[in-house]
């Protein structure tokens, strides 16, 4: 199999993924905000298919799971998860590609990078969007938003993804990548 048609259907089970994975929360949207379960295959698809992949399943995940489940609610919900998704998967695909090792201690520092990029973004999505109808985004509801409600899913991210990135590796299915490697190929 080439290497476009692999990681187009990587890309797609990791769509499917985030799709799916909200279910386990029962749609309770105050459970799905504490676990974060559609970050969890962006962040991966970042990391494992690359910044483009990452950024384009990121993007339309919540817009999709809005229009087949209407669930996140489109307007203003869907449309800034789906600007911090794309920024997840942008980061933490960009960095870790372009880390000088690709080992456990760069996933994390891609992770939290990631992590605070796409809260970030969100952060201006939502002023933006409840700007456009006239309301406020305060400093206490990013705070909340971004990082008191979701520090559950935040740490589910950080151990989660490391450990199947790991058994990926040792499977063989996705490989860490030292400088040293690199040297040899070259």
């Not at 609610?73 to 998967?89: D, H, K, N, T, W």
């Not at 891609?110 to 456009?132: H, N, S, T, Y």
Request: one cysteine or more; aromatic letters at 10%.
């Amino acid at each position: 199999m080439n290497k476009t048609t692999k990681t187009l259907t990587l890309s797609a089970m990791f769509l499917a993924l985030g799709m799916v994975l909200p279910f386990l929360t029962g749609q309770i949207q105050q459970i799905g905000n504490m676990l974060l379960p559609m970050h969890i295959p962006v962040l991966l698809c970042g990391l494992i298919c690359g910044w483009q992949y990452g950024a384009a399943v990121g993007f339309m995940l919540p817009l999709l799971r809005s229009v087949i489940f209407s669930m996140p609610p489109l307007y203003p919900v869907a449309i800034a998860m789906a600007f911090e998704l794309a920024a997840y998967g942008f980061v933490s695909g960009f960095l870790y590609a372009r880390s000088r090792w690709q080992c456990v201690l760069a996933l994390y520092r891609c992770l939290i990078a990631a992590m605070l990029a796409g809260r970030l973004v969100w952060g201006i999505a939502e002023i933006v969007l409840l700007g456009l109808r006239g309301n406020a985004f305060t400093w206490e509801a990013f705070l909340a938003g971004a990082v008191l409600n979701a520090i559950p899913g935040i740490v589910l991210q950080l151990v989660l993804i490391p450990a199947v990135m790991v058994a990926l590796n040792r499977a063989g299915l996705v490989r860490f990548r030292r400088a040293a490697d690199e040297a040899e190929i070259a």
